[in-house]
């Protein structure tokens, strides 16, 4: 089983930043890719920004510019560097590991970006 625990959610305003955090922990092998995901109120979860292993990175496109992914293999850290933004930001943030022994997803952190 693999544990992951997202941080660095909260309330912004237009324009601002924030860093999000995945901790990972437990079973932790074979990596094939790390990403973010996020759900705002009334709609599916949708992708955001995807790594894999060997640092190729894919962001969506209504992140694109604004959003960087990055990883910290010694502290299983991944991050999501957030810019510029947006009210249609707001969302619950998840983080997906995905590995040989399955799929796994973080409990999400809620970002606002509100004036």
């Known amino acids: 089983q693999v544990q992951l625990v997202e941080s660095g959610g909260g309330l912004v305003k237009p324009g601002g930043s924030l860093k999000l955090s995945c901790l990972a922990s437990?079973?932790?092998?074979?990596?094939?890719?790390m990403g973010w995901y996020r759900q705002a109120p009334g709609k599916q979860r949708e992708f955001v920004a995807h790594m894999t292993t060997g640092g190729s990175k894919t962001y969506a496109d209504s992140v694109k510019g604004r959003f960087t992914i990055s990883r910290d293999n010694a502290n299983n850290t991944v991050f999501l560097q957030m810019n510029s933004l947006k009210p249609e930001d707001t969302a619950v943030y998840y983080c997906?590991?995905?590995?040989?022994?399955?799929?796994?997803w973080g409990q999400g952190t809620q970002v606002t970006v509100s004036s």
């Open positions: 437990g079973n932790i092998f074979s990596i094939y890719s």
């Open positions: 997906k590991y995905v590995q040989r022994s399955g799929t796994y």
